[in-house]
């Protein structure tokens, strides 16, 4: 089963070249709704990257949260807005090399740090099955304080937009 | 009988079977997975050709009409005939339009209605792929298809195909919530995501639909199937008398055709997830388990055809007060009741849920207002 190991391998640098060159196409292409499809396929790139690390509820809920939800409010933003989908905008002004430089010298900065970074590897973590079942648990159990939190953020944030979005009385 | 319940099965064991005398594990491996695809990319298209002629036949007899009869008996070479009419017909791109976008957009509509038949189960062992989050990943990839009628609304640069395309966004984006609500029981109460193992769930004649909450759930889940695949009395985003076509005005040929083989595709996929989910799938006495499975999808898919045939479009107003004020409410309580029916022991349970249930279906319908368009007052200049 040696060739089968090596094709998904295959599969994940594939996968990985598609986002990042989706990535460089998300901020170069110059109208609007082309960028929104490319970040489309960032997002799903990275699903597939989720799915080669074995991990196909998150690359489930990451096509249907970002891909299927936000992703669609973006577009629909882009479509209501008046005519910002049919003009080709330029979408870099002339402070590339000051920024280049600024995100440069933070790369460098990052990049350092992962490397230092030692990566104790938990073997039981490795091997554990992180399905549905057993984040749901955590959440009701674990981790409840936060998840009642994060519930209550959420809730507020609905009421919050239902009053913005009523229409006047 | 044994043999026709897994023929499917024995097929590909004895495919897998002739190329393992000769070949390497691996390739074994491979093959085994192209011939999943395969069944499933011939079978997607087939039952596409076959559900335009049931549509157009059924719809003919509500009509009082025969419907197709002129090509093969009973017209049943009629979806060759279309095919050959597509496939020859000229394509036409606008000359404003946006060329690969508009290009891409019916390949892709076609992918996401092709991909969520690889979790549906067929019959015994016939799902090709038993995914543990299975029913996630059919809910996940059927919303894609919206970022293809919005590639095609977009780069159609025509009016009438942005006001449809816009139309088919604010439809799914709204009909989708309920429609993953009204899943939330079966999965609390088989605990699992598999579509298998919901099937096997159901074994024995013990199908949701037979509960309260199963009931109705079937009902929220399959009207909100109904508003994702934008059939009629949902079909706002292609409204003929109102917006020419919708999404796929600018479109000819085979193109047109793509998008009609999506849809019709995906609305079997609904058709069957909705047997799947709460019919019990492919469970049933005598005849083969695949057979049961097309019985009750077409079963599903004959509803379809009879809505169409029956009812008028929904305004915007009554199509969005539909889903937010009362298939939401609804689907939302119905979990409480799934939890209820789960808890209770055996006898109890069904009084208690069905009670709570047909107070929940009282209130709901009570407390969701009758929506009228306000009245509209004109100021006049003077």
Redesign the interface.
């Known amino acids: 089963?040696?060739?089968?190991h090596n094709l998904a391998r295959l599969g994940f640098f594939a996968a990985t070249l598609v986002t990042l060159a989706a990535a460089v196409m998300v901020v170069t292409l110059r109208?609007i709704?082309?960028c929104a499809?490319a970040l489309?396929l960032v997002l799903l790139g990275v699903a597939a990257t989720y799915i080669s690390l074995k991990a196909?509820?998150f690359a489930?809920?990451q096509?249907?949260l970002y891909?299927?939800?936000i992703?669609?409010?973006v577009?629909?933003a882009i479509?209501?807005t008046s005519r910002i989908?049919d003009k080709t905008v330029l979408q870099n002004n002339r402070q590339g090399l000051m920024s280049f430089s600024l995100l440069a010298l933070f790369n460098a900065f990052f990049i350092g740090s992962v490397i230092k970074t030692s990566w104790h590897l938990n073997p039981a973590a490795m091997t554990a099955n992180v399905?549905?079942?057993v984040l749901g648990a955590a959440f009701m159990n674990e981790y409840v304080f936060p998840f009642e939190i994060i519930s209550v953020v959420l809730i507020v944030a609905l009421v919050g937009a239902i009053i913005l979005g009523r229409s006047d009385q | 009988m044994e043999t026709s319940e897994s023929i499917f099965v024995v097929i590909k064991k004895a495919i897998l079977g002739f190329f393992h005398g000769f070949l390497p594990d691996w390739t074994v491996v491979i093959i085994s997975i192209l011939i999943s695809v395969t069944a499933i990319v011939i079978f997607g298209p087939v039952t596409m050709m076959f559900l335009t002629w049931l549509e157009r036949k059924v719809v003919g007899r509500i009509q009082n009409r025969y419907g197709p009869n002129r090509a093969g008996i009973f017209g049943l070479l009629q979806p060759i005939a279309d095919g050959v009419k597509m496939l020859t017909k000229e394509d036409i791109v606008p000359r404003a339009a946006d060329k690969v976008t508009h290009f891409l957009a019916p390949v892709i509509v076609v992918i996401p209605a092709l991909l969520v038949f690889s979790v549906l189960p067929f019959g015994r062992g016939m799902a090709a792929v038993n995914l543990n989050v299975g029913l996630l990943f059919f809910l996940a990839v059927s919303t894609m298809s919206t970022i293809a009628i919005f590639m095609g609304s977009w780069g159609s640069r025509n009016k009438f195909s942005l006001l449809g395309g816009m139309r088919a966004v604010a439809q799914m984006v709204s009909y989708e919530i309920p429609m993953v609500m009204s899943v939330v029981p079966v999965i609390l109460v088989t605990g699992s995501l598999s579509m298998v193992s919901i099937v096997e769930a159901q074994l024995g004649g013990k199908w949701f639909v037979l509960t309260p909450w199963g009931f109705f759930g079937a009902i929220v889940f399959f009207l909100c199937g109904v508003a994702e695949v934008n059939r009629t009395p949902f079909d706002l985003p292609e409204g003929e008398s109102e917006i020419i076509a919708g999404f796929h005005t600018e479109y000819s040929g085979m193109k047109f055709a793509l998008f009609y083989m999506a849809e019709f595709m995906s609305a079997f996929a609904i058709a069957g997830l909705t047997a799947t989910l709460f019919f019990g799938g492919w469970d049933g006495p005598l005849l083969p388990s695949w057979l049961w499975f097309l019985v009750k999808s077409y079963a599903m898919i004959f509803i379809m055809i009879w809505f169409r045939g029956t009812l008028p479009r929904f305004r915007i107003d009554q199509l969005m007060g539909f889903a937010w004020k009362l298939l939401l409410p609804f689907a939302l309580l119905n979990i409480f009741v799934a939890a209820l029916w789960q808890m209770l022991p055996a006898p109890k349970n069904l009084i208690v849920s069905g009670i709570a249930e047909a107070v929940i279906l009282v209130i709901v319908f009570f407390a969701s207002r009758k929506d009228s368009p306000k009245k509209r007052t004109y100021v006049f200049a003077d």
């Open positions: 089963m040696d060739v089968l109208n709704f082309h499809l489309i196909e509820f489930v809920i096509i249907l891909v299927g939800a992703m669609t409010l577009i629909f479509m209501l989908g399905d549905a079942g």
